[in-house]
């Protein structure tokens, strides 16, 4: 399995950017797909996941209403669309995917078999 990620750069507070995750030999059963984060000097976070079949998202609290994760199921391609950017979400985002994760697990980075290179994201104020 690879993962592909894409999309990074500087922004002013207030703008957007988008972020791409394509996925290579990602294929069957329940799969768990999506983005974290982690800014200079702290630990890896996380910040939205899709699981599919059925399309369930979860979101850390503070991205609600600004990010939306959304996938294409014939590229194979997780979307993060990043609204409202705020200095904070200033980060490396890392995408990362994982087999047959229960509910309770998807938000701890350490079940998660898969990951790609980060990308930066600067947010200025």
């Known amino acids: 399995v690879q993962l592909q990620a894409s999309g990074g750069g500087l922004v002013q507070a207030g703008g957007s950017l988008r972020l791409s995750c394509a996925a290579s030999?990602?294929?069957?059963?329940?799969?768990?797909m999506g983005w974290f984060r982690q800014a200079p000097g702290k630990e890896r976070e996380f910040v939205s996941v899709?699981?599919?079949?059925?399309?369930?998202?979860l979101y850390e609290d503070s991205v609600k209403g600004r990010f939306t994760l959304s996938r294409n199921n014939a590229k194979n391609t997780v979307y993060l669309q990043m609204n409202n950017l705020k200095p904070e979400d200033t980060a490396v985002y890392y995408c990362?995917?994982?087999?047959?994760?229960?509910?309770?697990?998807?938000?701890?980075?350490?079940?998660?078999?898969?990951w790609g290179q980060g990308t930066l994201v600067t947010v200025s104020s």
């Open positions: 030999g990602l294929t069957g059963g329940r799969i768990v």
């Open positions: 990362a995917a994982g087999r047959g994760l229960i509910a309770s697990s998807r938000r701890d980075k350490t079940q998660y078999g898969y």
């Open positions: 899709i699981t599919w079949p059925g399309d369930s998202i």
